[in-house]
T-cell receptor, first 109, second 115 residues
Framework: RKEVEQDPGPFNVPEGATVAFNCTYSNSASQSFFWYRQDCRKEPKLLMSVYSSGNEDGRFTAQLNRASQYISLLIRDSKLSDSATYLCVVKGNTGKLIFGQGTTLQVKP | EPEVTQTPSHQVTQMGQEVILRCVPI?????FYWYRQILGQKVEFLVSFYNNEISEKSEIFDDQFSVERPDGSNFTLKIRSTKLEDSAMYFC?????????????FGPGTRLTVT
């Protein structure tokens, strides 16, 4: 089983749509979780950390389900500028980041 | 806003040659990392570095690879004898710590092309 698994997509949605991405991780001892965004041939940029209680940042909501080892990201009111690859990331206990394959989002006018 | 910088942005080298990729982490950060991303694949951890020594390395980080912090600001990745399969984007990252709340910030990457 992959350490971090994501549906690669692509997800093609119209502007204004709501879209959800899911991710599963294999190590039940993992403590820290993140969503990063990566534009084509650029570096990953932190979008948001994911907490057990769930957290929201504007149009973005992240949820963590430890029992199911499942992380989600919800994007409301999609903008053209949201088009990117969204990386589910788990931090190992030594600090290294373990990345999923990424889910590609394409928002169309 | 402080940022991680990397040079060069693109390096072309012949198979068997040595390359050194350079990074300047954020100044108050203590933990440094190298990751790589082969085109079309996921970002993979190579090595972490703290207090002038390697904290952890992956299976990818074999004897051909080495890291160094030669002075107070630079953090380098050396590949001794490059292979075609070393062609990838190499990202440097740094963080203040490893616990929750200490995020890793990535540099813009060096694209390494081995011919």
């Amino acid at each position: 089983r992959k350490e971090v698994e994501q549906d690669p997509g692509p997800f093609n949605v119209p502007e204004g749509a709501t879209v959800a991405f899911n991710c599963t991780y294999s190590n039940s001892a993992s403590q820290s979780f993140f969503w990063y965004r990566q534009d084509c041939r650029k570096e990953p940029k932190l979008l948001m950390s994911v907490y057990s209680s769930g957290n929201e940042d504007g149009r973005f909501t992240a949820q963590l389900n430890r029992a199911s080892q499942y992380i989600s990201l919800l994007i409301r009111d999609s903008k053209l500028s949201d088009s990117a690859t969204y990386l589910c990331v788990v931090k190992g206990n030594t600090g290294k980041l373990i990345f999923g394959q990424g889910t590609t989002l394409q928002v169309k006018p | 806003e402080p940022e991680v910088t990397q040079t060069p942005s693109h390096q072309v080298t012949q198979m068997g040659q040595e390359v050194i990729l350079r990074c300047v982490p954020i100044s108050n950060h203590l933990y440094f990392y190298w990751y790589r991303q082969i085109l079309g694949q996921k970002v993979e951890f190579l090595v972490s570095f703290y207090n002038n020594e390697i904290s952890e390395k992956s299976e990818i980080f074999d004897d051909q690879f080495s890291v160094e912090r030669p002075d107070g600001s630079n953090f380098t990745l050396k590949i001794r004898s490059t292979k075609l399969e070393d062609s990838a984007m190499y990202f440097c990252a740094s963080s203040e710590g490893t616990s929750e709340g200490h995020e890793q910030y990535f540099g813009p990457g060096t694209r390494l092309t081995v011919t």
